[in-house]
């Protein structure tokens, strides 16, 4: 059931519970003081009605917390994708083997580098704040707590291989 739902239903129960407990309070002194239900019962259903309301409450309320959970955990998936798409494609340009075929082309490549450098380190950052969410998920006992180390250790291993790459590359354009 929807949250709205959930509290329609809880209007409705107060509604039945207020009208139920008539019964039990009333005298009936207009009809001889006949009663159509032993208040036992009355109060004994409205308990249960009661009972049954907080523990779909409860079950609404533990619902919602495994769909936030569930939220977070897909966030963290597609921040990871999106980390794991940029560095393969920065792997693709650090593995070029255009070396430049004179002084200008080298440079021109030494300067490129550079800013491909300078954008590593800013992006590095950012992967950095991802990584530290998906530890506080592992920390709050997220219930894909293992996938979400074993998917961190991967994304680690491949920025290590991108920062080998880039050293490779900076080592062969500056010779």
Not at 91 to 105: A, F, I, N, R, V
Request: charged share 35%; aromatic share 6%; hydrophobic share 35%.
């Amino acid at each position: 059931l929807l949250e709205a739902d959930v509290h329609v239903v809880g209007e409705r129960v107060k509604t039945v519970n207020t009208q139920a407990h008539r019964f039990i309070e009333d005298d009936f002194a207009d009809v001889g003081g006949y009663r159509p239900c032993d208040p036992e019962i009355i109060e004994d259903r409205m308990t249960t009605l009661r009972t049954a309301y907080e523990e779909l409450c409860d079950l609404a309320e533990s619902r919602r917390k495994r769909l936030d959970e569930s939220r977070t955990l897909w966030q963290f998936y597609w921040d990871m994708a999106d980390e794991e798409g940029w560095i393969k494609e920065k792997e693709q340009l650090m593995s070029s083997p255009d070396l430049g075929h004179d002084l200008t082309s080298v440079n021109l490549l030494l300067s490129k580098h550079k800013a491909m450098e300078d954008e590593m380190q800013a992006r590095h950052s950012h992967l950095q704040s991802v990584i530290q969410a998906s530890q506080d998920l592992i920390e709050a006992g997220n219930f894909g707590a293992e996938k979400i180390q074993e998917r961190i250790d991967e994304i680690n291993q491949q920025w290590e291989s991108l920062i080998d790459l880039a050293t490779f590359r900076k080592k062969r354009l500056n010779e």
